[in-house]
């Protein structure tokens, strides 16, 4: 009997079924690990930074050309014959007249969209995105197949109508509320899909354990759901923001065109003039725009790092 339980004592520990998942788990995010890492892939990575680099320093040179040089050749001749000038963003940032650039109101603009059109539709998404995930009701699965499916119509199918509900049934057009409702529009069927794809990989034992202690939707939504789902609210903040601070077409449509309403974007495609007159200008005008989506990428791109990277590997 003693030399039995001796021989079971000694004997290995069998693996359990959840160390086995998580060994499994542990390999495959070692295999994408040693992918990523490899020599050809940081070859392709470099390879595509300096693709998509080198159009943005040349358009960084020639803010800073003169008129007479951004003409009569390229911004490469900089390494030959190096000269810069600031004139093109003084002109921009502090000339005043009705040819000037004036970026001040559209730059105020661009903020007062921008910021409104990334929150409503990333906080309407959030909450439906929990519903369809953790809410059983009749109908769900159809209705976000629908949701999802709404991606596939153009967006330029859906200005007209959409403009004449604006002007004729509610006139708002040509106002702030109609660019952020028309942006909300166009962004919620996007965000709703990927943030369903997050908050559904939550475990639900942790949902389960939080109804056992009494907690109702509310408060499971806001104490559970929110803070495990900041990385993917950051990551698809991120890309809503910088679609509606580049947008034209959309803000074009329901701003009116006006100049108390009209975003930065529109006065950029005014710059030039009606015949490349005023072409020197843009590329300082350009990269003055760039501020601020370099701020929020930069000020969130920890959490964007951690929302492209949750859910590729599990345990």
Not at 174 to 187: D, K, R
Not at 296 to 305: C, D, K, M, N, P
Request: glycine share 6%.
């Amino acid at each position: 009997m003693s030399t039995d339980v001796t021989a079971a004592a000694d004997a290995p520990e069998q693996p359990t079924t959840r160390a086995i998942a998580t060994a499994a788990g542990g390999g495959k995010a070692r295999r994408v690990k040693e992918r990523l890492t490899s020599p050809w892939a940081t070859f392709a990575a470099i390879l595509i930074a300096t693709v998509w680099t080198i159009p943005t320093f040349g358009l960084l040179v020639s803010s800073f050309r003169t008129p007479e040089e951004i003409r009569s050749n390229g911004w490469w001749n900089i390494f030959v014959s190096p000269s810069f000038t600031l004139e093109n963003y003084v002109d921009v940032l502090t000339v005043q007249g009705a040819s000037s650039a004036n970026l001040g109101s559209y730059f105020v603009n661009s903020l007062v969209i921008a910021i409104p059109s990334a929150l409503f539709p990333i906080i309407i998404a959030t909450m439906a995105a929990y519903a369809f995930a953790w809410i059983k009701f009749r109908g769900s699965g159809a209705i976000f197949v629908l949701i999802f499916a709404l991606q596939i119509v153009p967006l330029q199918m859906a200005l007209i109508p959409l403009l004449q509900i604006f002007s004729e049934v509610l006139g708002i057009s040509g106002t702030f509320p109609a660019v952020w409702i028309a942006h909300t529009i166009f962004g919620l069927p996007l965000c709703i899909f990927l943030l369903h794809n997050f908050i559904s990989e939550i475990p639900g034992e942790v949902i389960e354990a939080a109804r056992v202690d009494g907690a109702n939707h509310t408060q499971i939504f806001f104490r559970i759901v929110i803070p495990l789902s900041l990385p993917a609210l950051a990551s698809i903040g991120i890309f809503q923001f910088l679609w509606v601070w580049n947008d034209l077409l959309v803000a074009l449509v329901f701003s009116g065109g006006t100049a108390d309403v009209a975003p930065l974007t529109q006065r950029l495609a005014e710059l030039v003039g009606n015949f490349g007159r005023n072409q020197e200008r843009l590329p300082a005008a350009a990269f003055i725009s760039l501020v601020v989506p370099l701020i929020v990428f930069f000020s969130l791109q920890r959490y964007f790092v951690r929302g492209l990277l949750a859910g590729s590997t599990k345990g």
